[in-house]
């Protein structure tokens, strides 16, 4: 019967235990390189509005500025991504930040300004990044909010040279 222990936890413990995801984010992965700062304020004392930036070079990174989330609130971040068949090719990636217990015993009744960054091991050549949060149960909407979006830039160059090639391509084959 003590070996029945060990093996329970080994199996439990290569179990990915299920997410509280909203519908039509099932399919969602989780963003292993995510960081939370540190509360920056009070929602409502800054009048600070929230921002999204996106950067690509090896893999995408997207920084979400001003999210209001309860102070002392830990979030976690999902994303989503989408390949639209039309030309040219318009890469889209979802990010929702919410919080890791989204049915807490208790809420402090004061909301602070967070900064997150998210590290998508994507890598595009271009990607349009929509930045959603997401409130725990202790709200009536508990629907994803989108917050904005960015469009990545790149390093100098490495866009560039990828359409110039392109378009060189197509100017023999004409």
């Known amino acids: 019967m003590t070996f029945a222990y060990p093996l329970l936890l080994a199996l439990v413990g290569g179990c990915d235990l299920a997410t509280d995801l909203p519908a039509g984010w099932e399919d969602a992965r989780h963003i292993d390189d ?13 009048g600070e509005v929230p921002t999204v930036t996106a950067t690509a070079d ?19 971040g999902f994303y989503r991504s989408e390949t639209l068949d039309i030309y040219p090719v318009v890469y889209q990636v979802s990010v929702l930040v919410q919080p890791v217990d989204m049915d807490p015993y208790a809420v402090a009744g004061c909301d ?6 998210a590290g998508i091991p994507e890598d ?30 790149r390093p100098e160059g490495r866009g560039a040279r990828r359409g110039a090639r392109s378009a060189r391509c197509r100017r023999v084959r004409r």
Do not use: H, K, M
């Open 34 to 46: 995510f960081t939370q700062g540190e509360c920056d304020g009070y929602a409502g004392d800054t």
């Open 112 to 117: 602070c300004l967070y900064r997150v960054e």
């Open 124 to 153: 595009p050549e271009s990607a349009t990044v929509y930045l959603y949060t997401r409130q725990g149960s202790w709200t009536d909407e508990n629907d994803p909010e989108l917050v904005g979006s960015a469009a990545d830039s």
């Open 58 to 76: 090896a893999g995408l990174r997207v920084v979400g500025d001003n999210l209001t989330f309860p102070c002392s609130t830990e979030v976690e």
